[in-house]
């Protein structure tokens, strides 16, 4: 899984919960994926171990990890 510096050093580190696997199957398998103004693209997808939806942003390329966190007011 490719990644932003800002992932690595910022998210991973403020957020040590996340599971790769949990990532990885959102950017495989989204429910919805939506493209921000900057063209990032959000993508989302429940995470049954949590019961919550896990917001994955990536880089315009669709494969670079750039952000990942629970988003509490996603409605599918």
Do not use: C
């Not at 693209?41 to 952000?67: C, M, Q, Y």
């Amino acid at each position: 899984m490719k990644t932003t510096r800002y992932f690595t050093t910022s998210v991973m580190a403020r957020r040590p919960y996340l599971r790769t696997e949990w990532i990885e199957f959102v950017l495989a398998n989204p429910l919805r994926v939506e493209k921000q103004e900057n063209g990032r693209l959000r993508r989302w997808a429940l995470i049954s171990e949590s019961g919550k939806f896990l917001r994955v942003v990536t880089e315009p390329d669709g494969e670079t990890v750039h952000n990942a966190f629970f988003d509490r007011g996603f409605k599918p």
